[in-house]
Nanobody
Framework: EVQLVESGGGLVQAGGSLRLSCAAS????????IGWFRQAPGKEREPVSC????????YYKESVRGRFTFSSDNAKSTVYLQMNSLKPEDTAVYYC????????????????????WGPGTQVTVSS
């Protein structure tokens, strides 16, 4: 059974940093596609950063490029999202998601492609 558990969210002032973690289990962590998504109140869930080991490509949403960094520790089956220079508009519940069969990631990352989701972790950035 695939399981994803996010952690690391919290309350931070604008300009601050947080590192989110997503601990994965139930699938092979050598070929995988994993995404970080977020959902703010009243808004659609949107992709923030997605990675595929098939083409070793990381996608970033334009508004987080240069501030957020995706990384992974395959030995721990864990992926991370380092978030720097946080802004109030980054406030949302952040979710980790993966797919049943790894897919390539290119210039887009789409919620519809992801099959398994974690429960999410709240990130709140105060101004």
């Amino acid at each position: 059974e695939v399981q994803l558990v996010e952690s690391g969210g919290g309350l931070v002032q604008a300009g601050g940093s947080l590192r989110l973690s997503c601990a994965a289990s139930g699938f092979r962590f050598d070929d995988y596609t994993i995404g970080w998504f977020r959902q703010a109140p009243g808004k659609e869930r949107e992709p923030v950063s997605c990675f595929s080991s098939l083409n070793d490509y990381t996608y970033y949403k334009e508004s987080v490029r240069g501030r957020f960094t995706f990384s992974s520790d395959n030995a721990k089956s864990t992926v991370y999202l380092q978030m720097n220079s946080l802004k109030p508009e980054d406030t949302a519940v952040y979710y980790c998601a993966t797919v049943e069969s790894p897919i390539l990631i290119g210039n887009g990352c789409y919620r519809r492609d992801f099959d398994f989701w974690g429960p999410g972790t709240q990130v709140t950035v105060s101004s």
